[in-house]
């Protein structure tokens, strides 16, 4: 049992470019979500999903997407990088509503954008 | 808005004790807390929910305070494996109501 695994790791991006963090979880949770943590600070919830097929915006979702066609999968798309998306991305999931259940998180994706 | 933490930071000597409050500006359906260590993710703690008793888990144990909209976690007889940064959640009734405060970076010391 994996729990929440996010690939890549580390990645550094010029501006304007684009990528795609990715996002998989083994424990059949139904709720996944996108946070960002920037140094010093707390997180700050990106993008969730309730279930496969649907999403909905979190805190701060300008300049992101996200997608869900499966449980297992919830991928987190940059479009066009901006040095003030330099963070570290956390993918967590639940069991059900975040705000009763414990989130499990990822290892997390440290971006640069430079 | 994120709820606000105290103290930002404290030391302490192996064996000594420790208290981390979270303080919020509206009403809370339920309080969590993680543990961070550097480089590391998040790692869940406990969840006080509206309604619910304070809660403890071997030297570690927080309470809910709903009227104050506070809570506060407690660690007693602390152990050098309890560095870290303590991070609350406040979350309100919606998925996205969820908001973390900006943590409280714990160094115990032998």
């Known amino acids: 049992n994996a729990g929440v695994t996010q690939t890549p790791k580390f990645r550094i991006l010029k501006i304007g470019q684009s990528m795609t963090l990715q996002c998989t979880q083994d424990m059949n949770h139904n709720y996944m979500y996108w946070y960002r943590q920037d140094p010093g600070m707390g997180l700050k919830l990106i993008y969730y999903?309730?279930?496969?097929?649907?999403?909905d915006k979190g805190e701060v979702p300008n300049g992101y997407n996200v997608s869900r066609s499966t449980t297992e999968d919830f991928p987190l798309r940059l479009e066009l990088a901006a040095p003030s998306q330099t963070s570290v991305y956390f993918c967590?999931?639940?069991?059900?509503?975040?705000?009763?259940?414990?989130?499990?998180f990822g290892p997390g994706t440290r971006l640069t954008v430079t | 808005q994120q709820p606000v933490q105290s103290p930002q930071a404290v030391i302490l000597r192996e064996g000594e004790d420790a208290v981390i409050n979270c303080s919020s500006s509206k009403a809370l359906y339920s309080v969590h807390w993680y543990r961070q260590k550097h480089g590391e993710a998040p790692v869940f703690l406990m969840i006080?929910?509206?309604?619910?008793e304070q809660k403890g888990h071997e030297k570690i144990s927080a309470s809910f305070n709903e009227k104050k909209q506070q809570s506060s976690l407690y660690l007693t007889a602390s152990q050098l494996s309890y560095s870290g940064t303590y991070f609350c959640g406040t979350g309100g009734r919606k998925n996205n109501d969820m908001r973390f405060g900006a943590g409280t970076r714990l160094t115990v010391k032998p």
């Open positions: 006080l929910l509206k309604g619910g």
């Open positions: 967590a999931s639940s069991v059900t509503g975040v705000s009763s259940y414990e989130q499990y």
């Open positions: 999903s309730v279930g496969a097929g649907i999403t």
